[in-house]
């Protein structure tokens, strides 16, 4: 992954033939996210951001025999407004039916209903239609506010792995929201910041964190839901923060990004309000973060300098001379608006730049 993606010639062409994968979709792609099915390797969805109400999701999926990523007409759906997230159920195992999580002035909640899905039992649906046909069915709109027209948009959600019942969202409104999917019930919803919420990440059953346009990372605990924990600060006033990573393999550490800056922080939560180490080799504002799921010491950073850097973090919290360098480094056609790290298989890297998909072996 250290090569750029229009460089090619001869020999080692053929070698990073097997090592990136491109699609490209007929629209600007922005949110995107890899399934976590083991009987669906190489699935993702990528959905589209155009200026208008009617948007697309697409399903797509490596033919690992040929090297092309098709999307398939079948599983293609049309969507209101941008999706600003996308992202599979967290069953690596297939005990549950397969389902897609949409955000953008709800939350949605899709059916996947695919052939050869495995543990799919049933499969009769409101529109009565048995097995055997591909298709996407929306199975819920989850809105919070009823009483009125007007909606906060959902800026983003994270589904809880531990408990895949439950959806945590972050809205322009301020609030954090928790939903019971099956039961299609708010859990329990929280004013979270002074400002808009851009991010939320869980970790474990009940405990998440969020950030603001007001600067700071916030963790609850649904076990004491009047206090929350400031873990950090933005150091200029007005500056938002705008995504959010916590580790999954070391809890104690979370990655943020601050609105239109080239540098991300990285924090210890032990230590609040002082980054353990900020890594600044963008050139330009960074869009996107992802830990690796299967390392606790590795992180994923994308931006608008059309780099994809890969970084080690095992020396965190040592003074390292001129600050850190990440150990890979990738060029994409174009600024990189978003990056997912494969949960299922941890040696694939999807990014999204203007209308192409491009999946990395890293």
Same mark, same amino acid.
């Given at each position: 992954?250290?090569?750029?993606?229009?460089?090619?010639?001869? %020999?080692?062409?053929?070698?990073?033939?097997?090592?990136?994968?491109?699609?490209? &979709?007929?629209?600007?792609? !922005? &949110?995107?996210?890899?399934?976590?099915?083991?009987?669906?390797? !190489?699935?993702? $969805?990528?959905?589209?951001?155009?200026?208008?109400?009617?948007?697309?999701?697409?399903?797509?999926?490596?033919?690992?025999?040929?090297?092309?990523?098709?999307?398939?007409?079948?599983?293609?759906?049309?969507?209101? !407004?941008?999706?600003?997230?996308?992202? +599979?159920?967290?069953?690596?195992?297939?005990?549950?039916?397969?389902?897609?999580?949409?955000?953008?002035?709800?939350?949605?909640?899709?059916?996947?209903?695919?052939?050869?899905?495995?543990?799919?039992?049933?499969?009769?649906?409101?529109?009565?239609?048995? %097995?055997?046909?591909?298709?996407?069915?929306?199975?819920?709109?989850?809105?919070?506010?009823?009483?009125?027209?007007?909606?906060?948009?959902?800026?983003?959600?994270?589904?809880?792995?531990?408990?895949?019942?439950?959806?945590?969202?972050?809205?322009?409104?301020?609030?954090?929201?928790?939903?019971?999917?099956?039961?299609?019930?708010?859990?329990?919803?929280?004013?979270?910041?002074?400002?808009?919420?851009?991010?939320? $990440?869980?970790?474990?059953?009940?405990? +998440?964190?969020?950030?603001?346009?007001?600067?700071?990372?916030?963790? +609850?605990?649904?076990?004491?839901?009047?206090?929350?924990?400031?873990?950090?600060?933005?150091?200029?006033?007005?500056?938002?923060?705008?995504?959010?990573?916590?580790?999954?393999?070391?809890?104690?550490?979370?990655?943020?990004?601050?609105?239109?800056?080239?540098?991300?922080?990285?924090?210890?939560?032990?230590?609040?309000?002082?980054?353990?180490?900020?890594?600044?080799?963008?050139?330009?504002?960074?869009?996107?973060? =992802?830990?690796?799921?299967?390392?606790?010491?590795?992180?994923?950073?994308?931006?608008?300098?059309?780099?994809?850097?890969?970084?080690? @973090?095992?020396?965190?919290?040592?003074?390292?001379?001129?600050?850190?360098?990440?150990?890979?480094?990738?060029?994409?056609?174009?600024?990189?608006?978003?990056?997912?790290?494969?949960?299922?298989?941890?040696?694939?890297?999807?990014? =999204?730049?203007?209308?192409? @998909?491009?999946?990395?072996?890293?």
């Amino acid at each position: 992954m250290g090569a750029n993606s229009d460089h090619n010639n001869g %020999s080692d062409e053929q070698q990073r033939r097997s090592e990136i994968y491109t699609y490209e &979709a007929p629209w600007h792609i !922005y &949110a995107m996210n890899w399934s976590v099915r083991r009987d669906k390797n !190489y699935r993702l $969805a990528i959905a589209s951001l155009l200026e208008q109400y009617p948007n697309r999701v697409e399903i797509v999926q490596l033919d690992d025999s040929n090297g092309e990523i098709r999307s398939d007409p079948m599983l293609s759906f049309e969507h209101p !407004y941008p999706p600003t997230k996308v992202s +599979f159920i967290p069953d690596k195992e297939c005990q549950k039916p397969d389902l897609l999580a949409t955000s953008s002035d709800f939350l949605r909640i899709w059916r996947i209903f695919d052939d050869d899905e495995c543990g799919d039992d049933e499969v009769v649906t409101n529109g009565g239609i048995g %097995s055997g046909s591909r298709r996407v069915e929306m199975k819920s709109v989850l809105n919070n506010n009823r009483n009125s027209e007007f909606c906060g948009p959902v800026t983003s959600f994270d589904w809880n792995e531990t408990e895949p019942k439950r959806i945590g969202t972050s809205s322009i409104d301020t609030t954090c929201t928790i939903w019971d999917i099956e039961r299609e019930t708010v859990d329990t919803q929280l004013i979270a910041h002074d400002k808009e919420v851009y991010d939320i $990440a869980w970790c474990g059953v009940g405990v +998440f964190a969020s950030v603001s346009a007001d600067g700071s990372v916030r963790v +609850f605990d649904l076990r004491d839901k009047e206090h929350s924990t400031i873990i950090y600060e933005s150091s200029e006033p007005d500056t938002p923060l705008v995504r959010l990573g916590w580790n999954k393999q070391d809890p104690r550490y979370m990655a943020t990004i601050i609105m239109d800056s080239a540098k991300v922080v990285v924090l210890d939560i032990r230590f609040p309000t002082q980054p353990v180490v900020e890594l600044q080799r963008h050139q330009a504002s960074v869009n996107a973060i =992802a830990w690796a799921p299967h390392s606790s010491c590795h992180i994923c950073t994308a931006g608008d300098d059309s780099q994809a850097l890969i970084w080690d @973090l095992s020396s965190m919290g040592q003074p390292v001379e001129g600050g850190l360098d990440p150990i890979l480094a990738y060029t994409a056609g174009a600024e990189i608006e978003q990056l997912q790290w494969s949960s299922s298989q941890s040696d694939w890297v999807a990014i =999204a730049f203007a209308s192409k @998909l491009q999946i990395l072996r890293v």
